[in-house]
């Protein structure tokens, strides 16, 4: 005697991680195993995820096996290559050992996943032959910072044998000069200081870094 199971199953949870998608994801961000997670999922029965964004008609689909667990829905870097950026739906349709089908369920987040150009660095007027300490903390500063509009640029000024200095600014789309303090100069001594630049996004997203050298006289 066979049984024929025609009842549909009960969808699934699809749950994205709120720390993450309350701003748009970004590379790392994604690529993490808890931004998208199915739950309702029983032993023998599957899901069928699939992620697309709608300006474009690229989609990526994954399939997870029911354990009777929530379970983490992995990324890799070629799905997010796939997908571009922009708003990205997931959509999951449970499917169980008899076949039958669930409605489904659906979400939305937004991937941002560019990372923004290194930035731009220049010696501020006067510099190339060496920054004396009026020259270091007056207003035009010792290095000009150019960088994406909105980004945070992490500045880390360093010597040999001498302690870090660090500097943060945020970018107004126009160069910012890099001004030091008597306290930093002191720190800092004479002879060669190389300054490291980092951009970081609105999204996360950072960018190789940048190195510039100039003389402290």
Known sequence: ???????????????????????NVNRAEALTSGLIKVGSLASGETAEITLSRSSSNSSVVKYITGNGNEQAVPLTAQDLATLGNGTISVSVVKKDAAGNTSTT????????????????LSLATGISDGATNAEAKSATGVVNLLSEFGSNISVVLSKTGVTSINKSFTSTGSNIAVVLSDSELTSLGTGEVTLSAIATDSSGNTSLSSLINFNVI
């Open 1 to 23: 005697m066979y049984m024929v199971d025609t009842n549909n199953p009960n969808p699934v949870t699809l749950s994205l991680d709120n720390s993450l998608t309350s701003n």
């Open 105 to 120: 369920t659906s979400n939305t987040f937004a991937l941002d996943t560019l990372a923004p150009s290194s930035p731009m």
